[in-house]
């Protein structure tokens, strides 16, 4: 996720309400940010923690300041969501649910829904959705001399 993405703004709630339900089937999280913050100040560690305690955010919200992470798992967009099962297997990659930067309330909770199915049975469902967001905001690599 990051804190400036209209997609992440308009779904943060309904992350926020996803996590607290999977933490209590035993499912953890880990919320990343991986954009380029010198390059998008609204992306800064310091406006990380705003904009995690505006939102009530109970997981750590961590920052990818390398974007190592984020290039290990082909990470795309904000927010982008990747579900393990015990074996950190990658069993989800998918959207949170229908929403886009306007909510859906009512919308299948497909992270959720997947995440149960992963605690419950090692496996994620056959169907899923990808994430749909703003790009990550990749810092310009180095070329070497």
């Known amino acids: 996720i990051c804190n400036h993405c209209p997609y992440v703004k308009s779904v943060i709630g309904h992350i926020v309400r996803d996590v607290e339900g999977l933490r209590e089937v035993g499912v953890g999280a880990v919320a990343i940010m991986s954009n380029d913050a010198e390059a998008y100040p609204a ?3 310091e406006n990380m923690k705003a904009f995690a305690a505006h939102h009530n955010l109970q ?3 961590v920052i990818d ?3 190592s992470v984020a290039r290990t798992y082909d990470a ?3 927010p982008d969501f990747f579900g393990f099962n ?3 297997e990658l069993c989800y990659r998918g959207r949170l649910d229908a929403s886009k930067t306007t909510l859906v ?3 299948d909770r497909e992270l959720y ?7 419950k049975t090692g496996r994620g469902p056959e169907e899923q959705i990808p994430s749909m967001g703003c790009s990550i905001k990749w ?3 180095e070329t070497g001399t």
């Open 113 to 119: 829904e997947a995440m149960v199915q992963v605690a």
């Open 76 to 78: 795309v967009c904000t």
């Open 105 to 107: 309330e009512g919308a």
């Open 86 to 88: 015990k074996d950190l």
């Open 139 to 141: 810092r310009a690599r």
């Open 43 to 45: 992306d800064s560690f």
């Open 65 to 67: 300041p390398t974007q």
């Open 59 to 61: 997981i750590p919200y």
